[in-house]
Structure formats: structure tokens, C-alpha cells
């Protein structure tokens, strides 16, 4: 089975603080992305990649910034944490072939 | 602009009763469709993938349904079970791979 990880369940983090969101996939998929979901407004994509070094804005990318040093992983970082980045993040992969995406179980953060 | 619009937003619906959902897509052109369930705190997970030839499509008590021509898509789901409960989420791939989200149909079924 595919195995999407995501390092943190929770998080909690004051206003300032830089937040890294690791992604970890075990299928060798090219394509990765980072997704924020809020209430009433969906999923909406932050970043993505589609190789190694490589990536490319997604509709939100402000306040945002990743990183692909390897395949397998795809990190989400917030340099400087603020309240409405407050969100549930979720990664997920995708297969060249049918498109599927898997994704982690999500990592919700709170920023007081 | 490549738009997905799910209804309802929310159902309420009794164990054992069926359900359908909607989703009405502009995306163009037109790949495939998908529907996943995410429950509660969790991340999506695939329930079936619907490509242009195909109309229909079932996963156990979920049946998928497709009219390009009118660019809608149903999902329907027999004899709603309380692990159903759940939020439904329609994404509609373009040809150049790029996804469109609809905002989610919440289902909650009740004992």
C-alpha cells in the first residue's frame, strides 16, 4: 500500500516562529504537493513538485515556502508563523499513471 | 475559469436510508473525475475514478455516475452504514493534469 507521512499530527506554535511540515512518500512518485483546508473553503493547494529541486506555486503560496532535496520527501515551511495560517496541511502524492492522489492524514496547526 | 461545485453542502441522513450526492464541473478539457472520502481528522482516500467513456462505476455501496455532456457527476450510496459519515470530495482533472476541488458535500449519517 502507499504510505503517505506526515511528521506531526498537531502542532501548536506562537506568532513568529518558523514551522516545518515534513512529507514523506515510499512510492517513488514524482508529483507531490502541500494543501491547507479550511472550513467552507476546501482544499486549496499551496505548492507543488514534480521532481526532485523542483517546484512550482500552487493558488496560496504566500507566507509559504517548500522544499524537495530528495524524491521521497517534499517539506512545507513557515518562515514566520502567523494566526490566519492556522489551517489543517495536507501532502499527498501522485501516481504517473492514474492520477490518484494519496494523501498524509494531515497535520493541523494552530498559531497563537 | 475551471470551476467544481459540489451539493449539498451538508446531508443528513438516517442509517440504512440512500444518498446521493452532486458535482458539476466547467473543468475543460475534461480527464477524469474522482471522488474521495475523508473522514473526520483524516486525509482523502479515493472511492472510484470516472473517465470520459464511462457512465457508471461501483465500489461496494457506492455508485459512481457521469454525464460529460452535461458535466455532472453523482455519487450515489446505498444503505447508509454510520462509518459513512464522512465529507465527499469531487476532483476533476484536466488534460494538462491539473486538479480542480469541489468544496466537499459533509455527510453525517445518524443512528
Known amino acids: 500500500d502507499v504510505k503517505v507521512t506526515q511528521s506531526s499530527r498537531y502542532l501548536v506554535k506562537r506568532t513568529g516562529e518558523k514551522v516545518f511540515l515534513e512529507c514523506v512518500q515510499d512510492m517513488d512518485h514524482e508529483n507531490m504537493f502541500w494543501y491547507r483546508q479550511d472550513p467552507g473553503l476546501g482544499l486549496r493547494l499551496i505548492y507543488f513538485s514534480y521532481d526532485v529541486k523542483m517546484k512550482e506555486k500552487g493558488d496560496i503560496p504566500e507566507g509559504y515556502s517548500v522544499s524537495r532535496e530528495k524524491k521521497e520527501r517534499f517539506s512545507l515551511i513557515l518562515e514566520s508563523a502567523s494566526t490566519n495560517q492556522t489551517s489543517m496541511y495536507l501532502c499527498?502524492?501522485?501516481?504517473?499513471?492514474?492520477?490518484?492522489?494519496?494523501f498524509g492524514e494531515g497535520s493541523r496547526l494552530t498559531v497563537l | 475559469k475551471n470551476q467544481v461545485e459540489q451539493s449539498p453542502q451538508s446531508l443528513i441522513i438516517l442509517e440504512g436510508k440512500n444518498c446521493t450526492l452532486q458535482c458539476n464541473y466547467t473543468v475543460s478539457p475534461f480527464s477524469n473525475l474522482r471522488w474521495y472520502k475523508q473522514d473526520t481528522g483524516r486525509g482523502p482516500v479515493s472511492l472510484t475514478i470516472?473517465?470520459?467513456?464511462?457512465n457508471t462505476k461501483s465500489n461496494g455501496r457506492y455508485t459512481a455516475t457521469l454525464d460529460a455532456d452535461t458535466k455532472q457527476s453523482s455519487l450515489h450510496i446505498t444503505a447508509s452504514q454510520l462509518s459513512d459519515s464522512a465529507s465527499y470530495i469531487c476532483?476533476?482533472?484536466?488534460?494538462?493534469?491539473?486538479?480542480?476541488f469541489g468544496g466537499g458535500t459533509r455527510l453525517m449519517v445518524k443512528p
Open positions: 499527498a502524492s501522485q501516481g504517473a499513471n492514474t492520477g490518484e492522489l494519496f
Open positions: 476532483v476533476v482533472n484536466n488534460a494538462g493534469n491539473m486538479l480542480t
Open positions: 470516472m473517465t470520459f467513456s464511462e
